[in-house]
């Protein structure tokens, strides 16, 4: 808490020298805690500059993504103000799951600095190296019949593209229905669970998984040309902390006017960041490939496709290539 609070301090007052006094009265506690705290921070990657009686400067953060410091900034009611953070974890779904079976409140997120084995979608994996990406799982409680949750897929991949877009000036574009592109790369990706009745949604498991700062060894032979990361496309380190509260900030947002007005306002946002309509795609299903052109998507975020014999093809999950 005075963690976070002192970050606070400093991203309000960039690159000054804030007395050790002024600090310790508006974080109501004594100089020596502060120091304490600050030693702490270096630790951790901090470059913090100490000048007698000018007091301390923030030079350089450090690249953590703990509770703190993703705190700093966050402007949520609800969305991301419980953290549960893992140093290294199999999976942040996983976690997630037991803590959703756990009475864990809406709004709940797991984080991991390194997942060992991050699930993608029909059992493929994600691959998340130590340092460079996010790997989050956000619990929701939606009260919504189970055919509905595709839309909240939809709805984070529009969060997840306007916060990376506040955040580092990018434009992404969505491929229907979990992946976020930068130039045909693969830059995110998301993966939605759920625990569920036949006709009640217990809880919906979100898991976001952002490629940040790696570089193009860093990622698998096997997927260095097709994923990308924010650094690559941006020439510049990107803070993984800020990256995480955007899209909490975006999200929660989203979420409210999801949970207000429905799904139609989120459609014509996903509409305009998708390049997965209104051209032809090949849809790859569980059971056969089809072509066609990409007429839209449906209220409930099914995808239709128009055949080349005119026929009109319901897709509920498949792999799209243009
Ligand atoms: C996804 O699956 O794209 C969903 C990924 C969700 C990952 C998050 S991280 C936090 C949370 N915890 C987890 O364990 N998972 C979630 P899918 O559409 O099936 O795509 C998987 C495919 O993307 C793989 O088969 C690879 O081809 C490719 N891929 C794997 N890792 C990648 C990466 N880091 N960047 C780009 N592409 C990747």
Not at 85 to 103: F, G, P, R
Not at 104 to 111: K, P
Not at 199 to 205: A, E, G, K, N, R
Request: glycine share 8%; proline share 3%.
């Amino acid at each position: 808490m005075l963690k976070e609070k002192l970050l606070k301090v400093f991203a309000e007052n960039p690159n000054e020298f804030i007395s050790g006094e002024k600090i310790s009265q508006q974080l109501g506690c004594t100089r020596t805690a502060i120091w304490k705290h600050i030693d702490e921070l270096r630790k951790n990657g901090y470059e913090v500059e100490s000048a007698p009686r000018k007091g301390y400067r923030l030079v350089r953060k450090g690249d953590g993504i703990h509770s703190h410091e993703i705190k700093v900034g966050l402007q949520t009611k609800r969305i991301g103000h419980e953290i549960s953070y893992y140093e290294e974890t199999d999976s942040t779904q996983i976690i997630a799951h037991q803590l959703a079976q756990n009475q864990a409140n809406e709004g709940h997120i797991v984080i991991a600095n390194e997942q060992t084995a991050g699930k993608g979608r029909l059992g493929r994996t994600w691959h998340s190296r130590q340092g460079t990406s996010v790997s989050m799982s956000l619990i929701l409680r939606p009260e919504l019949p189970p055919q509905k949750t595709p839309q909240l897929t939809l709805l984070t991949a529009v969060a997840v593209v306007r916060a990376i877009h506040a955040n580092t000036g990018l434009d992404c574009q969505i491929k229907w229905p979990n992946d976020v592109l930068i130039n045909g790369k693969k830059l995110v990706g998301i993966l939605t669970e759920m625990q569920a009745d036949p006709d009640f949604v217990h809880s919906v498991i979100i898991g976001i998984g952002v490629n940040v700062n790696q570089s193009r060894e860093d990622f698998d032979p096997d997927i260095r040309d097709i994923a990308t990361s924010l650094l690559l496309e941006k020439n510049e380190p990107v803070d993984r902390a800020a990256v995480i509260s955007a899209i909490l900030n975006e999200f929660e947002l989203l979420y409210d006017l999801y949970l207000e007005e429905g799904f139609s306002p989120i459609k014509t946002l996903w509409e305009a960041y998708s390049m997965s309509v209104g051209t032809n795609i090949y849809a790859r299903t569980m059971k056969e490939v089809l072509y066609g052109y990409a007429v839209g998507i449906t209220d409930d975020g099914v995808l239709l496709l128009r055949d080349e014999s005119g026929e009109t093809h319901s897709i509920y999950s498949a792999d799209i290539e243009i």
